[in-house]
């Protein structure tokens, strides 16, 4: 069974700066993913950045980069250089070797000017 | 990456009747599955969308409610039948895609249904 907690309902940001997501997680698959996603109002669902189990350096794409702590079962996602633009819903979701999805139920992030 | 296309991209349903959503890759994929996000909720997986045979339901899913097709690789879709308020949702398929040392999941664009 896999479980994500996401503990931040909402969050605010000044532009400009950069701000945590946190995500904790648990789950029996010996290798499994992390994901993060970005949803904004339309509602699609952009992928953003992806962990493996087994990586030992953390996944950077961009201005996103995925703080991932095995010990601790966590996978925070860290945006550097906040844009208004990413203000939106995001979710944290494992995977394991079926390529199921479990999803936390989000953290809504809002970028002020 | 994958792009992925969904018809119809939202409808407004009468309560007993059944809409087919439609979802389409632009290459071969093994791995497709049916997402739902119930108003202000997470996604909730529904099915695997299996080609050649019939898909695999999570718990509280049902064939009956949720029939899925897979006629080949790049191609699903998923009917929600005999539909109730309850069922008003964003419907989402997605499709794995696999590397030696990575996999990425990617999702259409949603389906957004309203049922009356």
């Known amino acids: 069974a896999q479980k994500i907690t996401q503990t931040q309902p909402g969050m605010f940001v000044q532009e400009k700066e950069a701000v945590t997501l946190d995500c904790t997680y648990d789950t029996s698959d010996q290798s499994y993913g992390l994901f993060w996603y970005k949803q904004p109002s339309s509602g699609e669902m952009i992928f953003l950045i992806y962990?493996?189990?087994?990586?030992?350096q953390n996944a950077t794409e961009g201005r996103y980069s995925l703080n991932f702590q095995k010990a601790r079962k966590s996978a925070n996602l860290v945006i550097s250089a906040s844009q208004l633009g990413d203000s939106a819903m995001y979710f944290c979701?494992?995977?394991?070797?079926?390529?199921?999805?479990?999803f936390g139920k989000g953290t809504l992030l809002t970028v002020n000017p | 990456s994958a792009v992925i296309s969904q018809k119809p991209s939202r409808d407004i349903c009468q309560r007993g009747t059944s809409l087919t959503i439609q979802c389409q890759v632009d290459s071969q994929v093994t791995m497709m599955f049916w997402y739902r996000q119930q108003p202000g909720q997470s996604l909730t997986l529904i099915a695997t969308a299996n080609q050649g045979s019939e898909a695999t339901y999570e718990s509280g899913f049902v064939i009956d409610k949720f029939p899925i097709s897979r006629p080949n690789l790049t191609f699903s879709t998923l009917t929600v039948s005999n539909m109730s308020p309850e069922d008003s949702s964003i419907y989402l398929c997605s499709v794995a895609l696999t590397g030696t040392s990575s996999y990425e999941q990617y999702f259409g664009p949603g389906t957004r249904l309203t049922v009356t």
């Open positions: 979701a494992t995977g394991g070797s079926n390529y199921k999805l479990t």
């Open positions: 962990q493996g189990s087994y990586d030992e």
